[in-house]
């Protein structure tokens, strides 16, 4: 509830999330709001300007940029946050087991992951998709079997930190059992730093699925998708810069909201951030001097030393 | 009674395929009465926290056995509500994302019984804070705060036994004394007995009545607080004497 809370009172959560909603809601909503069909073309309107019936103009093929603009949404920003759901969900799940059992267990999926992660992704995704053929689903179940990987890493790291905590050992001598150990605390603890692996995450997979369908490799014409779209008004870009504009700011749009809500988050979850009072002191340090900070529980000796780092 | 009987233990180097060792506790025989407070006394790295994680069944050892009145420790059962914890590190001993009051209930929790706020409350009262305490976050507590919640907590099950690991020493000197007294206070109300882990000889015979002392992870002397002062153990007479005065 804290953490609820902390987001509704924080612009950037609160703007973030409702670009976010917004987008998603409209991607799901593209068949029923779209003017046009985001396939039909009318050679007749092409490069038409903004007008009542194409309000964000027509491609090279007079298709309605906006009615391709909201189809988009569905494989380049729906389709990727559940293919990172994917990704993080491997990648928690191995990261968190990884860290917590430690043993064999650990050398061996962590020696599987050094395997995976020696080769480029990039690379990876291309030979993926020469195997596979071009497309979508090519490309989003190369990404899952290739990312996973570094984010058990990240996230094993992560759990380390927490897996000695003196909570875990009380939880361990009340009898608790390792998966109720996690979930209860290992888990919450490594959420802030899975959510902003997530968000960040978002942001590059659609970088790189737009890059890929920029490429020529991704989604295949005539389906709309914003990389694909970017990669046609490319090849107009002096005579007509303004096609840039539609895809290349909702890709813009949709990233920076993901990374600072992600952002947004993280500080909410961490509940070191309730922090009530404000601390100010005043005095120095001599060099060659051994200083000692004398004083009562609560009296702000630790919060001193941290100020003066 | 608690019985350590022939316990070994080692840790592996890390590496799959790395086949060294390094002991840490090697043939430790002991007995911990349940009618007065033991310490295990010894200098860093003598091994007397691996045999507390040891004994609170957080890991196993190698060789030997760990029994509550017969019945091994390493079973989840036997330790539930029996023995309890109070770990050194008052920071990170509740989990910074829950309350105070989530953090006394969590070892019910483990043995399905259901506990009321105001039964937290009267355990808060007892270590010395009160209901108030109850929706606070960790980071809102200072160090003795802290301590004594990690102190109702442990006492919340009724448990025969508390391990006190080293559970003063982080704490402000006049703030240790306090937790002290707390110990000794509740020892008697609530009839629970302490093991005491630590390096400092003042506050082992301040709170226990028998001191264990321990040397490369072997017990070297066994003694009762009256006889301190009798030790025939070379390195036990340099750990008495190594006491720092002010």
């Known amino acids: ?309 | 009674m608690i019985e350590i009987c022939n316990v070994t233990k080692y840790y592996k180097e890390p590496g799959l395929f790395s086949g060294k060792k390094k002991k840490v506790l090697d043939d430790v025989n002991l007995n911990l009465d349940d009618t007065e407070n033991t310490v295990i006394i010894g200098e860093s790295g003598s091994g007397k926290s691996t045999l507390g994680r040891l004994i609170l069944g957080i890991e196993k050892p190698n060789s030997g056995t760990i029994t509550l009145d017969g019945q091994s420790l390493l079973k989840p059962s036997v330790r539930q509500g029996k023995i309890s914890a109070v770990f050194q590190d008052y920071t990170s001993s509740i989990n910074p994302n829950i309350s105070v009051y989530k953090a006394i209930k969590e070892p019910m929790i483990m043995m399905h019984r259901s506990f009321s706020e105001e039964e937290a409350e009267e355990l808060l009262v007892k270590v010395g804070l009160d209901g108030s305490y109850l929706g606070r976050f960790p980071h809102e507590l200072s160090g003795g705060q802290a301590q004594r919640v990690a102190i109702a907590r442990a006492l919340s099950t009724n448990p025969h036994y508390v391990l006190l690991d080293e559970a003063v020493s982080s704490l402000d000197v006049s703030i240790q004394v306090q937790i002290l007294d707390l110990f000794l206070k509740l020892s008697e109300e609530c009839n629970v007995n302490y093991l005491l882990i630590t390096h400092d000889i003042q506050i082992a015979c301040y709170l226990c009545s028998r001191l264990v002392i321990f040397n490369s992870g072997k017990v070297v002397e066994e003694i009762d607080r009256a006889n301190v002062s009798c030790l025939k153990n070379e390195y036990s007479r340099n750990l008495l004497d190594s006491i720092i005065t002010i």
């Open chain 1, 1 to 309: 509830m804290v953490m609820f809370k902390k987001l509704l009172y924080n612009p950037q959560s609160v703007i973030t999330a409702i670009i976010i909603l917004t987008i998603i809601v409209l991607g799901i909503l593209a068949p029923v709001i779209a003017p046009h069909d985001p396939t039909e073309t009318n050679v007749a309107m092409k490069y038409a300007s903004p007008s009542w019936e194409y309000p964000l103009g027509t491609d090279y093929l007079g298709r309605c940029t906006l009615s391709r603009l909201l189809h988009g949404i569905f494989p380049s920003v729906i389709l990727v946050m559940l293919t990172v759901f994917c990704v993080i969900g491997i990648g928690t799940f191995i990261g968190i087991i990884s860290a917590y059992y430690g043993g064999w267990l650990n050398e061996i999926l962590m020696r599987i992951c050094d395997i995976l992660l020696s080769f480029p992704t990039e690379v990876m995704i291309l030979a993926f998709v020469g195997i596979m053929g071009l497309g979508l689903t090519p490309m989003l179940i190369a990404i899952i079997l290739l990312k996973w990987p570094w984010y058990a890493v990240v996230i094993r790291n992560a759990a380390l930190k927490y897996k000695e905590k003196n909570y875990i050992y009380f939880s361990k001598a009340s009898g608790m059992k390792g998966p109720a150990v996690i979930l209860r605390h290992v888990l919450p603890m490594t959420l802030p730093d899975i959510i902003l692996l997530a968000s960040s995450n978002v942001s590059s997979t659609i970088l790189l699925l737009s890059g890929f369908s920029f490429l020529g490799l991704g989604i295949q014409p005539p389906n709309p998708e914003w990389g694909n779209m970017l990669s046609e008004a490319r090849n107009v870009i002096l005579s007509h810069p303004t096609q840039m504009l539609p895809p290349g700011i909702a890709i813009m749009a949709v990233c920076l909201s993901f990374s600072l809500f992600g952002d947004a988050v993280r500080d909410a979850m961490d509940a070191k951030h309730i922090s009530k009072g404000i601390f100010k002191s005043k005095g120095g340090y001599a060099l060659g001097c051994v200083t000692g900070s004398v004083g009562f529980g609560r009296f702000g000796k630790n919060r001193r030393s941290l100020s003066d780092k």
